[in-house]
């Protein structure tokens, strides 16, 4: 029983640590994306804008919410509490050392929650009754489809390498500058492929401004589009942890580890502000045409190599 009191305690600050650092993840995001543009960024609110978060926060849940009156309001309003708990979710299968789940089948978990993650975004275009929405879930929904393909092939060839679909088995690394030699290509495959999943630049087709307005959260304000937005960041953060476990592991969870989660969510705030929005036909050419073949390649060769 106090085992059972001790998890759920360890999940509980787990998630709102994750929160916390969603909020702080903003904050660099519009340091960094200020400084590349020769900008100062938020620095009026605290100490050099350390409150800017927070302040984002109050305002957007104090806004007032669309009642639109042609939309399915039950999907509606469902849809953004289920987005942030499937990304919370994945969350789950943080390898503690002790006092935590033991995902034996951690990675078969993360394959089905990170599948299940496209539902949300398809609901929220289909709920808002809006032609705009409907476009972006749809782009949305056929990018992170196709990029999944290839990062789930990408994984199971770690999974055929390490002999395990547990993740404290996946990041037991003796040398994580070696590792990430050795599976070289496939981490740059893994990186790319994350950027589309988590809807980021230059793959943010489901919400490009110039074409759809806002994507399939056109129609959400305040606390709807809050919880979207989280779920999103939280993703990021999720890829960049995972990235770091199964590329950058070592013997245990360590600083270093979380210092190197930072560096590869810093890359995806750096890929925004550096690198224009592909054309949609060129980005599902370069999923099915190179990044499948490819990986489909590296999968037989690791094969091979056991």
């Known amino acids: 029983m106090v085992l059972e009191y001790l998890i759920i305690i360890n999940y509980f600050i787990m998630f709102l640590l994750v929160l916390v650092s969603v909020a702080f993840m903003t904050l660099l995001e519009q340091k960094v994306v ?19 978060p927070f302040a984002d926060a109050v305002k957007l849940f104090i806004k007032e919410n669309l009642n639109l009156s042609s939309n399915n309001m039950m999907v509606y309003y469902i849809s953004p509490i289920m987005s942030l708990m499937f990304s919370l979710g ?44 409907m476009m972006g879930s749809m782009r949305a929904l056929a990018q992170m489809i196709s990029y999944e393909v290839s990062l789930m092939i990408v994984i199971l ?9 547990n993740f404290k088995e996946l990041m037991n690394w003796s040398s994580p500058l070696l590792s990430l030699i050795i599976y070289f290509p496939l981490s740059m495959i893994w990186l790319a492929s994350s950027l589309a999943e988590t809807n980021r630049t230059p793959y943010d087709f489901s919400e490009s401004g110039s074409e759809l307005v806002s994507g399939f959260n056109t129609e959400y304000s305040g606390g709807g589009f809050t919880l979207i937005f989280l779920a999103e960041y939280s993703s990021i953060l999720f890829m960049s942890f995972l990235f770091c476990i199964l590329f950058l592991g070592s013997k245990n969870l360590s600083v270093l580890l979380l210092i190197y989660t930072m560096m590869i969510a810093f890359l995806f705030i750096w890929v925004r502000s550096t690198m224009p929005r592909f054309r ?27």
């Open 90 to 133: 994945l969350w789950l299968v943080y390898p503690f050392m002790e006092g935590g789940l033991d995902f034996f089948l951690g990675v078969l978990f993360f394959m089905c929650l990170s599948s299940l993650s496209v539902y949300p975004i398809m609901l929220m275009g289909w709920a808002s009754n809006c032609k705009y929405s």
């Open 34 to 52: 200020g400084s590349m543009q020769i900008r100062m960024g938020p620095n009026k609110t605290g100490f050099w804008g350390m409150l800017q």
């Open 280 to 306: 949609y036909d060129k980005l599902m050419n370069l999923a099915w045409k190179i990044f499948l073949p490819v990986s489909l390649f590296l999968f037989m060769y690791y094969l091979s190599i056991v």
């Open 157 to 165: 060839s770690l999974i055929y390498m390490k002999s395990s679909f």
